[in-house]
């Protein structure tokens, strides 16, 4: 079992930034695959990246390629989503979630969820 509580969120200005962190509880944080992704009001939850359990692979969607970088300390047990060059359709309720399948990129394959923070990104 793994429990997970993101933070970071809030209100930015477009071309912002904000650094979003995942604070996980439980056993073998480790050996999970960790991922982002992000839901918009009237919107289905979509992939934004995900890390592997050594974090030596990480893979992004094309929306936030080249602006955004996930990373995790496996020590301390978080995972994070740094986001830069924020723009309007950025704002979504992001979730960190974890998942035992490699290069796992689809919200069926994470087992568990966070309860997500609000990114909102003003114009």
């Known amino acids: 079992q793994v429990q997970l509580v993101e933070s970071g969120g809030g209100l930015v200005q477009a071309g912002g930034s904000l650094r979003l962190s995942c604070a996980a509880s439980g056993r073998s944080f480790s050996s999970y695959v960790m991922g982002w992704f992000r839901q918009a009001p009237g919107k289905k939850r979509e992939f934004v990246s995900s890390?592997?359990?050594?974090?030596?692979?990480?893979y992004y969607a094309d929306s936030v390629k080249g602006r955004a970088t996930i990373s995790r300390d496996n020590a301390k047990k978080t995972v994070y989503l740094q986001m830069n060059s924020l723009k309007p359709e950025d704002t979504a309720v992001y979730y960190c979630?974890?998942?035992?399948?490699?290069?796992?990129?689809?919200?069926?394959?994470?087992?568990?969820w966070g309860q997500g923070t609000q990114v909102t990104v003003s114009s």
């Open positions: 890390i592997s359990w050594s974090g030596t692979s990480s």
């Open positions: 979630a974890a998942s035992r399948r490699n290069q796992a990129m689809d919200v069926i394959l994470y087992d568990y």
